[in-house]
């Protein structure tokens, strides 16, 4: 009876653990199909502003990320990276050679380059939303861990994408963007400054209430 009991508490994990995995795996699509919806539709996930995109895929990047754990976030983020490619890639602006290797605009051209700039910030969405929010909340400040983790996630982005166009392609972007190379620091920390704080804000605002009402539904079912 005992090795029975046993056989059948094995059998019982077995399947607890393979439900685990089914539910991970679907809500993922689900998360991958939203982000792809979003970079679909205009303004659901690209916001045109001048030569640039403020962007709101990173929102749905860090509700997956904190949800479902830091390697489907840090998947997410690679699934954003890939969709920010395809739409500069088909949707060109002046600009979209820092983010797609296979467009020239304005005489300038993507290169290896332009994949660090779509897929390393973005994969820094989905880490630093799970880490930091895991951080607060195995210190009972769940709350405050999905406000900061929405935060530092949307500014990871900004900075590392802002960053990145500074250090590779610097130049190329003062002259695309009619801008002189030596305002382009300042340019850069206005961006981050307004741009970077308001998709920020609106990140934590978002992540906070989504996350609450989902975990408060889970924990009643």
């Known amino acids: 009876m005992i090795k029975l009991s046993e056989k059948m ?15 991970e795996l679907v809500l993922m699509s689900v998360f991958i199909a939203i982000i792809v919806i979003q ?35 840090a998947g997410l983020g690679f699934t954003f990276g890939l969709v920010s490619i395809w739409k500069n890639t088909f949707m060109p602006n002046p600009t979209s050679f820092c983010f797609s290797p296979f467009v020239s605009t304005g005489g300038f051209h993507g290169d290896i380059r332009s994949l ?6 973005r994969i820094g969405i989905g880490l630093g939303a799970w880490y930091v929010y ?15 983790g929405g935060a530092i996630a949307s500014l990871i ?27 382009m620091i300042v340019f850069i920390m206005g961006v981050i400054g307004t741009q970077g704080v308001l998709e920020a804000v609106v990140t934590a ?17």
């Open 116 to 121: 660090v700039i779509s897929l390393i910030p």
């Open 134 to 148: 895991h951080f607060f909340s195995k210190r009972g400040k769940q709350k405050i861990g999905l406000l900061v």
């Open 205 to 221: 605002v978002i992540t906070f209430g989504v996350v609450t009402s989902l975990l408060k539904a889970r924990n009643h079912q």
């Open 157 to 183: 982005n900004t900075i590392l994408v802002m960053g990145f166009i500074y250090l590779f392609f610097g130049r190329q972007y003062a002259h695309a963007t009619n801008r002189a190379m030596e305002g």
């Open 9 to 23: 508490k094995e059998e019982f994990m077995g399947k607890k653990v393979r439900y685990e995995h089914t539910k």
């Open 39 to 73: 970079a679909v539709i205009p303004f659901l996930g690209f916001i045109p502003i001048g030569a640039m995109n403020a962007s709101l895929i990173q929102v749905t990047v860090a509700i997956g990320a904190i949800l479902l754990g830091p390697k489907c976030g």
